[in-house]
């Protein structure tokens, strides 16, 4: 290898351990700053000349990067000299002692749970900066095709959700075009095009209606009115289902379990699955852990309701990707096998489904 070829490899592999520890900042739920610094980092070093990077690190100059700050700059010089990264490596330890307790408090589950995750091949729900999510389209795919997955869908949030800085329909055809650029980057992996749309108060889809028929996927979610009384809501989220654009029920309950607690939404949770049921929307068991959603008495009611289910992320960040797991556990609870989970199926077959 010439000393350019070395010192690429090198800018290269300091440049994967800052993402992979942003991942895993990520996936554990760390203030959102940390993983930003390292995913901040890894970007300005990766557009460097190896030779430049090479001198840093001999002179200890790293730091005269922009976003380069001392922690970062350590963790490139360990990498960049082949020496361990002992931040990665407790980040890694700590992820594995947290997927064998998640694992072993499933008891007899595990294997099935374990099975279940090994039949996921993309997620249905995840955001990208664009609307409220913290980083590009591009690496929310990279950490999609690193997980193995062979699909990811961006489904930013719709326009009358200003607090998530929801796409209006110029927005949306925007990423539609950006959607198809990277599309033809990353073959055979999938990025499908998709929304999170705002179920409105009566029923009604918060997007274009000629638009939402392009899309790969539609989840359609509420967001808004949360406390609306139970046969309101209950018509509210019918209607929903029954539209045609509509692919995926989002976390039905908008439940809220950590940090600003928010109780269920009430609905006849028989009726809406049993609608979920008869229109081909798939339930989604959202695996955020601040959500969980739906609870699993209602989760129950799905499966006796004969629905099929979408294990989904809704990640905000490239580490919540790796949440499905959580998802699978959940299902393996209520004896959920893969053929009744859509995040298992073949694209094509899911998009044969989405596009009927």
Known sequence: MTP??????????AVGVLRRVAFLLERAQATSYRSEAFRSAASVVEQQAPGRLATLVAAGGLTDLPSVGARTAGVVELAWRGKEVTYL???????TESVTAALDSAGEHAAAARTLRDAIRGDLHAHSEASDGGASIQEM???ALELGHEYQAITDHSPRLTVANGLSAARLRAQLDQVAALNRAVTPFRVLSGIEVDILDDGTLDQDPDLLAELDVVVASVHSKLRMDRAAMTRRMIAAVRDPATDVLGHCTGRRLLGRERPQS?????????????HGVAVEINCRPDRLDPPHD??????????DFAIDTDAHAPGQLDWQLTGCLRAAQHGIDASRVVTTWPVEELLARTHA
Do not use: H, N, P, S
């Open 4 to 13: 350019d070829a070395d010192d690429a490899a090198r800018r290269d592999r």
């Open 89 to 95: 490596t407790e980040l890694e330890r700590e992820l």
């Open 141 to 143: 795919v990279l950490a």
């Open 266 to 278: 009430e609905f006849d949770a028989r009726a809406v699955f049993d609608a979920c049921a008869e």
């Open 298 to 307: 209602l989760l129950a009611l799905a499966v006796e309701a004969g629905c």
